[in-house]
């Protein structure tokens, strides 16, 4: 899913879009280069549609088990050029066949929760299992490091604090917490 906020001016020209898309913006991984990945790409491709003084902002969605690439298919090529002219093409569909209006109300809300901790146990069992690591990003250590520090909170309490963030634009609402939410969480 992509959602899309759009703000125009007095005279019907698009000064603002912001994008919300589930996915980790991952191109270019490791090396020497720094990237916008397809966020910038997007961007750039959402102000050539609407011109120069169209804003565009990215706000990743609930992507923490999402990326763009099959890590298994060695002829994928990466190239947030790709993803970009597909979300280009999805944001300027929706801001064509968006209603606008001058009237919105403006509101936010914050609430500090607790979040209970889950049970690592099968980690403490996987991570000792050969192989383990083998269709993942990571080494072992760097799970066993996580580990450790799973079990230090787990110690002292058995919840994190975070704090939720909702803003409100007329009927719209953004939800914010500051966790790496799986998709599955968030389309919920």
């Known amino acids: 899913e992509i959602a899309t906020i759009c703000c125009k001016d007095s005279e019907g020209r ?13 191109h270019r991984m490791g090396g020497d280069m720094i990237s916008a990945g397809y966020p910038g790409a ?8 609407f011109g120069v003084q169209c804003t565009c902002v990215f706000l990743n969605g609930a ?28 944001t ?25 901790l889950r049970d690592f146990s099968a980690l403490e069992k996987d991570i000792k ?3 383990f690591t083998d269709p993942l990003l990571a080494g072992v250590d760097v799970y ?15 919840y994190e604090p975070a704090q939720v963030q909702v803003l409100r634009i007329g009927d719209v609402a953004l939800a914010c917490i500051p966790a790496e ?8």
């Open 14 to 26: 698009v000064v603002g879009v912001l994008v919300n898309f589930a996915c980790h913006a991952t």
């Open 42 to 49: 997007l961007c750039r491709r959402v102000r050539e549609a």
């Open 63 to 90: 992507c923490a088990n999402l990326i763009h690439i099959n890590l298994s298919d060695p002829d994928h090529v990466d190239d947030p050029e790709h993803i970009s002219r597909v979300l280009a093409a999805d």
């Open 92 to 116: 300027v569909r929706l801001i064509e066949g968006m209603e606008f209006s001058t009237d919105l109300d403006v509101d936010s809300r914050t609430a500090d929760i607790r979040l209970p």
């Open 129 to 131: 299992r050969p192989g």
């Open 144 to 158: 066993e490091a996580s580990l450790q520090i799973l079990k230090a909170i787990r110690a002292e309490r058995d």
């Open 181 to 188: 939410y799986f998709t599955e969480h968030g389309l919920r």
